[in-house]
């Protein structure tokens, strides 16, 4: 949520600062500014309302070839998204860009007030930057040391650069739950929120830890802890490169992830499975084999997607594990539930971006039990990721666009692994756990065919059902989390209200909502449901239903449109069908003319509650 970036260095800060926000976008895109000192401290502070585009026009007319300087691309939190509110925000002799929320500010206002600061915008980063601009001229102390004492006094979760006009040889940096990562380069130094504004100016980069604050120099960075004592810092490579961050000549992002999935889910299967010998094993963990042997409870935790991805692999583990139960559960209501983990629970906490702020704060709360927790986790160097006791990184490469689509595949790909794994260690049957692993190895080349043969059929569908306003999907058994799924996909990226159900819920209540306004999303396996699904198309259709069915099987079909998947798979198939809504979600968001890779009130990355 939110995109910090910061450089010094002997560049063009304000282009520095523009490529980095544009990277960056995709975490929050409701406003954008920069400030840029020069020489002697005078500054350029440009805000707009709206996308780094309109900034950028700004900067065409502002242009200046200071050397140091910050930037933001918002996503509300307090206060509306305008130009008022967007950062950097600036009190006396401070510039200061924040993500994360400063939940005291209420107070921590009203006490500045009494020193003569007003406030211009409705921002809780506005009160910060008066808080240390206070400290600052009060006690003549260094940047570092303001913002150091200005932080202690400080509830709330934060990610910040800050600049000083009387210094501008300097960038202040400090993180408590939000990331923020520096960049060494040869001579200068980058900051930035996210590591896809660092790829391409440098790939030695530390990871800031919470509590940390950091003095960015030309020369380098000195960090130090909350009290101000130096600490060290350890430089690690970044691996990501530029390729992995561009369109690929894609229209979207979106739809390039969404075909880049045969190859982003070989990386993760790669060197974890094999059929023969065979071998489900997740390097990293951290486990012994006689812990793992003991595991009697996995409790899977993540947001959105994440959370949806546990829930099919419970159950596709289910089919194969016996002796261990298997729960899923949301984030943001875990961390306020008064809830008993059973003994010998291992919990699996699942996050693209391994910043999401409920599924950290559960992570917290499960270590503090004692949990074995263990991450699912694709950003690499992430809070989640360095938090957890032992994990899998899911390997899919950048997800850039906002819903997330090759995660999900690969993150249920990587819980199920880890299901076949305790399986094995378990002693279940060779025979069946090598058909799992054979379904699992031919997985990616299933979805590739698929989404060659059948693009083009869902763009059509998708354009002739592009005007409806809402849309039901319907699925049993492993379909039920796909119709989630689906559901949320079409909803984020078209604002058509989508919902997801399972279909034996039909007629308990959404079998009310049927009529012209409305489409169907039926998912039928040919399998021990394929009557029970057909009989819900035909209860449907009896109260005017406009279904589309994606379905394997030969057998008759009772709805408008029907998408045949011809596929081998019989445990994984709802994850090639899966792949069918994905197209459905993106081809209707194209055609109703959204922004398809930044829809509107969401951002990438939740790192607030
Ligand atoms: O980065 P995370 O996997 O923790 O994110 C969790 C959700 O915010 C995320 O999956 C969200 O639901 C997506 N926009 C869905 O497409």
């Not at 004492?149 to 709330?156: D, E, F, P, S, Y």
């Not at 810092?233 to 045969?262: M, T, W």
């Not at 869902?458 to 989630?484: S, T």
């Amino acid at each position: 949520m939110c995109g910090i970036v910061g450089y010094i260095g002997d560049k063009e800060s304000q282009q520095v600062l523009l490529s980095g926000l544009k990277r960056l976008e995709y975490r929050g895109y409701d406003s954008a500014g920069i400030v840029t000192l020069g020489a002697s401290g005078e500054p350029t502070s440009l805000r707009e309302k709206g996308k780094v585009a309109e900034l950028e026009k700004k900067i065409l007319n502002h242009k200046k070839d200071d050397e140091v300087g910050i930037g933001h691309t918002r996503w509300a939190t307090h206060g509306a998204p305008s130009k008022r509110n967007a950062h950097p925000h600036n009190v006396g002799d401070i510039y200061l860009v924040h993500n994360g929320i400063i939940e005291n500010y209420q107070d921590l206002k009203t006490e500045l007030t009494k020193y003569d600061y007003d406030f211009k915008s409705e921002t809780d980063t506005e009160v910060l930057t008066a808080l240390v601009d206070y400290i600052y001229k009060k006690d003549g102390t260094s940047l570092v040391s303001a913002v150091s004492q200005a932080l202690k006094m400080v509830v709330g979760a934060y990610g910040i650069a800050v600049l000083s006009v009387k210094n501008p040889s300097e960038i202040v940096v400090a993180r408590k739950g939000s990331p923020l990562i520096v960049g060494l380069g040869d001579d200068e130094v980058f900051v930035a929120s996210d590591a896809s504004a660092l790829v391409g100016h440098t790939d030695q980069v530390i990871y800031m830890r919470d509590g940390e604050i950091g003095v960015c120099t030309r020369e380098g960075v000195q960090l130090y802890d909350i009290e101000a004592n130096e600490i060290n810092a350890s430089v690690e490579k970044l691996e990501l490169d530029l390729q992995s961050i561009q369109k690929k000549g894609y229209d979207h992002f979106l739809l390039k992830e969404i075909y880049e999935q045969p190859e982003s889910l070989n990386s993760t299967l790669l060197g974890r499975v094999s059929a023969d010998p065979l071998r489900a094993r997740l390097g990293g963990l951290n486990m012994s084999d006689n812990e793992i042997r003991k595991v009697e409870h996995v409790m899977v935790i993540g947001c959105g997607t994440a959370y949806y991805a546990g829930l099919e692999a419970g159950y596709f583990i289910e089919q194969f594990l016996d002796g261990v139960t298997f729960s899923s559960q949301i984030a943001s209501e875990l961390r306020y539930r008064s809830f008993t983990v059973p003994k010998n629970t291992v919990a699996l906490i699942v996050s693209q971006s391994g910043e999401t702020a409920d599924t950290l704060a559960c992570l917290q709360e499960l270590k503090r039990r004692g949990v074995k927790c263990l991450g699912v986790v694709n950003a690499v160097g992430s809070t989640i990721a360095r938090e957890v006791d032992g994990g899998v990184y899911v390997h899919v490469g950048a997800e850039i666009s906002v819903a997330s689509t090759k995660a999900f595949t690969s993150q249920v790909a990587a819980i199920t692994i880890f299901g076949l794994m305790l399986a094995q260690a378990k002693g279940v049957g060779q025979m069946q756990l090598r058909s799992y692993i054979h379904e699992l190895e031919a997985l990616p080349s299933e979805i590739e065919k698929v989404l060659k043969k059948h693009d083009k059929e869902v763009q059509k569908i998708a354009k002739a059902y592009a005007h409806y306003e809402h849309a039901l999907y319907i699925g049993r058994d492993a379909l039920y989390p796909i119709a989630l799924e689906g559901a949320l996909k079409l909803k984020e990226v078209s604002y058509v209200h989508a919902e997801g159900y399972a279909a034996g819920e039909l007629k308990h209540g959404p079998i009310a909502l049927i009529d012209d306004r409305f489409f169907e999303v039926c998912y039928i396996q040919d399998n021990w449901l394929y009557e029970k699904s057909q009989s819900n198309l035909i209860e449907m259709n009896a109260r005017g239903a406009h279904a589309i069915a994606i379905t394997n099987t030969s057998k008759r079909i009772a709805a408008e449109k029907v998408i045949r998947v011809n596929t081998k798979l019989e445990l994984f198939t709802p994850l090639v069908f899966n792949v069918i809504s994905q197209l459905l979600a993106y081809y209707v968001a194209v055609a109703r003319g959204n922004d398809v890779d930044q829809p509107r009130n969401l951002a990438k990355s939740v790192t607030v509650e």
